[in-house]
């Protein structure tokens, strides 16, 4: 009697522990797809690293449109907490400039965290990556977001300033709260500050931010696109000294991170797609699970706005008017060496 007792609950555990296996290979399974708006997959479909580099020097930083990742780390935990699957390296070459780093604070050792999930790194290796990839391509910046997570101390500002001397260098920062041309800070780190402390960068509150992130159910996702919306549409008439961010994250009790991103990503898609063809700046849009080609869309924007504003420079002829101009030339070239 006592043996079926101690085996009951023995077999029960061990069934248990089979089902989530099983649950967690289907999620993946499942959720391994490449669409052009959302990758769940380890890879980007292909990369764009040095896309700032037809950005013209005198652009401020604040009418770039770029692409970011919310919980840029968060790749580990289960399904409420993995937010990414491509390592920080991959997504800089994908083409993202704005990072949202959590830190938790021990004793001055900074682990990053989504909430309760370490995500197996700490901020030296953010801090190293980001410093690799920009002596690599120093026509880029990089934007990155820093709060603490999981911890409480609300004093995380020395322990930053030693990891940066430890795994980066003092002068790779924007050591200003004013918004930089896109000249003044190629090959930098740009710390939007999101604590306490002397100044290090820029602050994250300085920013015009939207940030629905609660999402309870799937019958919230319509909500959440309209805040998206609403401020993608508030960001080309809004103040241009001023950086627009743009979360198009979100997640709640049953609606998870992907599943959120699924449907957001789609109809951020198609609403990108929609004004390809218009000069529009729309700021950071920070996503979930992006896929390249909605980021290389992104990236586009200004990329358009460049080429249509140099082109606005360069007169167009027709053959017509392109002779009526060689003889003006001409008539005015003989009437000069007749005077002379």
Known sequence: MMSNTR???????????????????????????????????????FLNPSWMARIPDDQLLSEVTMPGTHNTMARYGGVYAECQTWTLASQLRAGVRFLDIRVRNVMGNLTIHHEVAYQQAHFGQVLQGVTDFLQEYPSETVLMRIREEFSETHDIYGAVVDYIHRYAHWDLLWHSRLVPTMGEVRGKLIIL????????????????????????????????????????????????????????????????????????????????????????????????????????????????????????????????????????????????????
């Open 7 to 45: 085996g009951g609950p023995m077999k029960m555990y061990k069934m248990l522990t089979k089902l989530m296996v099983l649950l967690g290979f289907f999620a993946l399974s499942y959720g391994a797809i490449q669409r052009p708006d959302y990758d769940d997959t380890g890879n980007p479909e």
């Open 193 to 340: 500050q999101d604590f306490s402390g002397p100044d290090l960068g820029m602050r994250y509150g300085s920013l015009d931010i939207a940030d629905k992130w609660k999402v309870p159910t799937l019958l919230h996702v319509e909500e959440k696109w309209q805040s998206v919306y609403e401020h993608l549409e508030a960001a080309p008439v809004g103040n241009k000294a001023q950086i627009f961010l743009t979360y198009s994250s979100g997640a709640g009790w049953l609606a998870y991170p992907r599943i959120v991103a699924k449907r957001v990503n789609a109809k951020l898609y198609d609403y990108l797609r929609a004004k390809t063809s218009l000069n529009q700046r729309l700021g950071i849009i920070c996503i979930d699970f992006p896929a390249a080609p909605i980021i290389q869309m992104i990236t586009n924007f200004q990329l358009k706005e460049m080429v249509k504003t140099r082109q606005a420079f360069i007169p167009s002829f027709s053959k017509a008017s392109l002779k009526h101009t060689i003889s003006l030339l001409r008539k005015k070239l003989t009437k000069l060496f007749n005077i002379i």
